[in-house]
């Protein structure tokens, strides 16, 4: 039996930007309701800055919604326009870098093993 009272649509809240990393972003997925074995969030990279240099054991992959900037993976550079992404393998060491004079949007895409084995249990448990 389907939830009619799940929120399937989302909007954006600009005003509700959190910065940290030195960026600005809003974690929008998973959201209440909605099961999925990922997490997401919107990242602002503001003109002339660099997001803060980190590595986690998750996965993550970054898509490039407007701007241009350079990601640097264990100190190999790459470079993202509109529609480009990249894959940061886990415990990878990983920045983004943004000397242009354009702001850099992208959405950053995250899992792990116990993310995807929990999601798996939960799906296979309701059969």
Known sequence: M??????????MDWNTLVHEYDLDGKRLLPWEGVNMPFGGAWCVIRKGTDSFKHN????????CISGKATIVIDGNKYDMTKG???T?????????????????HMYSIWWDKESTTSYLKMITSDE
């Open 88 to 104: 940061i393998p886990c415990n990878s060491s990983h920045y983004v870098n943004n000397p242009f004079e354009e702001d850099f």
């Open 56 to 63: 986690h054991e998750e996965n993550e992959i970054f898509i």
């Open 84 to 86: 480009d992404m990249i």
């Open 2 to 11: 389907k939830d009619t009272n799940i929120e399937v649509l989302k909007k």
